[in-house]
């Protein structure tokens, strides 16, 4: 099998060098990659969408439908996970318990139906450690990390970013809140529920827009058809247009990350992630 | 509004898509609904885009209002519209029997069940109709993720064929990936239509052939081509059967179509027939694949795994017949897809049926199964006749095409190659017939009788859209002339003798 | 040989992302822990991605957004002055497929882990045969 596979692999290598012999060189500015169709994009986005970051305008608007789509993965990924994982259904086995005023550990066998509530608080079989730190600190990061992320999505058209970027940073935030507190504090903050449907809603939000422009009148997603409704001329019109499609795909992207993060990290029991 | 119909094929079923995963979390009751009201905006989409192109010729969408080499396009014409109402009809049919099995097997998941039934058949669809190659890739990735989520919800042993499944499929997706790329570099442009106008002054380029090999090889392991088949069988037979019944179907045939659309559409017939000059060399690796998939189906002990290793047969069919390089093949090839698709459509229902009453699919729970379910066995043989290839059923005049061509190529090994396979399948069909009319029904599973046993049919719900399958079979291979006169001849170039 | 050798160098990265999709794909061919074949799978995606964003790049030009976009002086915007957004704009798809592909695979190595206890391809096979 070894011998096999690196014979297979030689082969490939092999012919994708050889393709390479007729390659323009790297960085060409005269290769037809950068003279055939992007040259348009570069020097007609600012008139044709007001966008000054063309990465963005290509992205959300001459290409939106497979950004659409591309959303749509995410989308789909993260109902494969829950498909996948998730165990419905009461849960049962051991649970600790931290007493809080004392500190003492409690280990309660076959705790299903029963639950400790006031004074007592779950913690996870894996982490008995009690570290202050390492909560507050996160604790202080995590609204500006919202913030930033916030930011990125915002501020896509002027600078790097837009909705992935910004919505797998404010995913980040909560999975950091679930790694370290635990899954059932960051489940409190933003339950199954909420994410499930937020995820189908930021996917909608993309391919909602686009039907509207469809509804208007226009192409499917051509966002000029939105002027009418925004009250401005069709250039802003698209630009304001990606800036509601990447909103949608930052809560989408964010609802997600958090959704695959619960179903992975807890193999879709809900209690306890890593 | 007609004018937005192929915006409206993909998009309806990806819009419910997000409803039904609502209503998942809301209310079940709505999911099923949902579900059926989408695939069917989408199929009277696909069936009036069909009367559109066969009135009036192909049709262009241009999405988000940009034209074709800057943003992209969609484009319907004779090779896609019968596929795009075939991807329907295969999905439609399929949700009505399957609803029941579905909601007894999934309980609280049915709504995550049908919003992935419902993605997948959108990336079905919008690989058959885009015109940008690289919009083909991301749909793709629909198409096999949501596939993924569906097969590995099976029996104990399908997340492993899955993930096996994942392993392969990737690689193949990430070798079309790179094949765009390969052509992008040398072209600059990704709307298909665009890269065969600049293509014939590059084929001396080596990274053009490069860009071939690699899209076909891609697309070879995402279709299941023999050496390439090892995560079909595992995954088609481990998989619940309302999934299989629609991912046996239609993904490897749309592979197919993609294959061929590369090869007439984008790298023209001109250089992938007259100066590459490796078109024999394929058609014998059909020739392997056709006589390897019917001997490991012999070797096959239950109902699915021998279907799929079918599968794997018939995909040679396919492939050989485009690769034949003259128009017989090609035509055969088309209409094989749409055949084949309605064929395995007709063995999975019948299966279906089958699990449902015996929830098994061994060949041993067949015994007396034809006085137990005729109606199931009924439209179970006559899928069979057509995968032999018996007049009036549809298989019987694909193959008959097939067989021309390999005849006017001279190319008597794929000849003797269907030929053999038919023989093959005809063994297996009729041991079927026999475990099931003469072998006495397993005494441990009734309750000692002995005479006939009672009729134990399938619920209707399985039933009527196993039979209106099967009836197609017949009426598809009556029409088959008016089809090819009416459609499939425009589809293929005329630099295809 | 200094023809080679230059040829190399003016194409390395190409040479380099070969290298990066081969070491991957052989991990994806050899391996027989299910983890690392994921590992493999990511590393063959990841060179694909090293590929596209070498077609964008250009000598001279510099990242893909308008400086003083909305300022009031209005300059000609030249194409050789940026580098071709076109594959960046590729490559954040096949990222994100990549992320997708990558969290169903570990959700199915989860199952297959809860189901066998074992992620090595050979035991998992022992253990079908043996049942």
Partial sequence: ?????????????????????????????????????????????????????????????????????????????????????????????????????????????????????????????????????????????????????????????????????????????????????????????????????????????YAGTGALCLALGRNFLDYAALASVLGTDPVTARSHGILIVETGVGIAVMATMIWIYNNVSSAGRYDEGL | ?????????????????????????????????????????????????????????????????????????????????????????????????????????????????????????????????????????????????????????????????????????????????????????????LNMADIARILPGLYENKAVLTALIICLVGLWLKMAFFPLHVWLPNAYTFAPVPSAALIAPLMTKVMVYVMIRLMLTVFTPGYVFSTLGINDAVVWFAVIAIVMGAILALGQRDLKKMISYIIVAEVGYMVGGAWLGNRAGMTGAILHIINDALMTLCLFLAVAAITYRMKSYTFSSLKGLIRKMPFTMGAFILGGLSIIGVPPTCGFFSKWYLITGALQAGHYGFMAALLFSSLVNVVLFFRIIEIGFFEPFNEGHGHGEHGPEPMNEAPLSILVPLWIVALGLVVVGVYTSEIITHVLQFAIPKAIL | MSGIVATIIAKYNYWIYICLMMIGLYAMITKRNLIKKIVGMNIFQTAIILFYVSIGAKRGGTIPIIEHAHGGQSHAVEAVHYINPLPHVLMLTAIVVAVATLGVALALAIRIYNRYRTLEEDEILSRIRGS
């Fill in chain 2, 1 to 189: 509004m007609s004018h937005h119909f192929p915006a409206l094929l993909v998009i309806a079923p990806l819009l419910s898509a997000f409803f039904i995963s609502g209503a998942g979390w809301l209310n079940r009751r709505f999911c099923l609904p949902l579900a059926v009201a989408s695939l069917g905006v989408a199929g009277l989409s696909a069936l009036s885009l069909f009367w559109r192109v066969v009135q009036q010729g192909p049709v262009l969408y241009r999405l988000g209002g940009w034209d074709p080499p800057w943003g992209i396009a969609y484009a319907v014409d004779f090779l896609n519209a019968p596929v795009l109402v075939l991807i329907c009809i295969v999905a439609l049919l399929n949700l009505w029997a399957s609803h029941r099995q579905v909601e007894e097997q999934f309980k609280e998941k049915t709504g995550a069940f049908y919003t992935l039934y419902v993605l997948m058949v959108t990336g079905l669809l919008g690989i058959t109709v885009t015109g940008d190659a690289f919009n083909l890739y991301v749909l793709l990735e629909i198409a096999s993720l949501s596939g993924y989520g569906l097969i590995a919800m099976g029996e104990d042993r399908a997340p492993l064929a899955t993930l096996n499944y994942v392993y392969m499929g990737t690689i193949g997706a990430c070798f079309y990936l790179l094949g765009i790329g390969y052509l992008y570099i040398v072209t600059g442009s």
């Fill in chain 1, 1 to 205: 099998m070894k011998k096999l596979g690196l014979l297979l692999v030689i082969l490939s290598g092999a012919l994708l060098l050889y393709a390479t012999v007729d390659f323009p060189l790297w960085g060409d500015p005269s290769s037809p990659a950068s003279l055939h169709v992007s040259p348009r994009y570069i020097e007609k986005t600012m008139e044709e969408t007001s966008v000054p970051n063309i990465v963005t305008a290509v992205l959300a608007d001459y290409r939106g439908f497979d950004t659409m789509f591309e959303t749509t993965v995410i989308f789909g990924a993260g109902v494969v996970c829950f498909l996948l994982l998730r165990v419905l259904g009461g849960e049962e086995g051991d649970h600790y318990y931290r007493h809080l005023p004392t500190g003492v550990t409690i280990h309660v066998k076959g705790a299903k139906g029963k639950s400790l509530s006031g004074e007592f608080e779950r913690i996870d079989m894996l982490w008995t450690p009690y570290d202050l730190v390492i909560k507050t600190a996160c604790r202080i990061m995590i609204p500006f990390i919202q913030i930033y992320a916030l930011y990125v999505i915002a501020h896509g058209h002027h600078s790097p970013g837009g909705g992935f970027q910004g919505g797998v940073i404010l995913g980040a935030s909560v999975i950091l809140l679930a790694i370290s507190q635990n899954l059932r504090t960051a489940l409190r903050r933003i339950g199954e529920k909420t994410v499930g449907i937020l995820c189908a809603i930021g996917v909608f939000i």
